[in-house]
């Protein structure tokens, strides 16, 4: 699936040292491209949207996924991240968030490249336990999903268009998606 607007293009994607973790970059980068493309999807008025008095506002998953990035990278994979001061965007707004996310993925990009098969099966220490840091790396995909996901539905409620994530929406098709709604589709071999 392409993004009309992917916030990181094919031509900016690192190949890994080892070619079987590819897919963890074209993971990552796939997933940034769709919290990019949700991001967007709303307007500045939207800042302060919350369905719930007891759910985050917008901004405020916004600035979770932004500072609880850093953490993983930093603490919990050990990469060199700006202090924890200096992750939110010196301006509030759409642009500025996604410009920031996008931002900080690109430096981490190469980072992920160059790691060798020990460094991603190294166990490390991760909140109270320890794990292997390739889990730890699907564990953040997975969060940053959940909130992705979140924020998709905030645009439903909000009576915004949900952009195509991982296939088409009510609001977005194209030619030749085939989403598997019957017996019949998901029949198919």
Same mark, same amino acid.
């Given at each position: ?75 919990? *994979? &050990?990469? /060199?991240? $700006? ?15 996604? !410009? ?57 409620? *909000? &009576?915004? /268009?949900? $952009? ?15 989403? !598997? ?9």
């Amino acid at each position: 699936m392409n993004h009309p607007e992917p916030a990181i293009a094919d031509s900016d994607r690192p190949r890994a040292a080892n070619p079987l973790l590819q897919h963890v970059l074209d993971v990552y980068i796939s997933e940034i491209n769709k919290v990019a493309a949700v991001w967007r999807s709303f307007d500045e008025a939207d800042l302060g949207y919350r369905p719930h008095e007891r759910s985050q506002t917008v901004e405020g998953i916004f600035k979770h996924e932004l500072l609880s990035a850093r953490r993983f990278f930093s603490e919990f *994979l &050990g990469f /060199p991240e $700006p202090s924890a001061d200096a992750v939110l965007p010196p301006h509030t707004g759409i642009a500025s968030y996604t !410009t920031r996310m996008t931002d900080l993925a690109r430096v981490r990009l190469p980072r992920l490249a160059s790691q060798d098969d020990g460094w991603w099966l190294e166990r490390v220490p991760f909140f109270d336990v320890t794990r292997e840091r390739i889990w730890i790396f699907w564990r953040r995909v997975l969060h940053t999903a959940h909130h992705r996901t979140q924020l998709t539905v905030y645009l439903r409620l *909000l &009576g915004k /268009p949900v $952009p195509a994530v991982y296939g088409p929406t009510a609001d977005v098709s194209w030619s030749g998606a085939d989403p !598997t709604t019957s017996v019949q589709a998901a029949s198919r071999k």
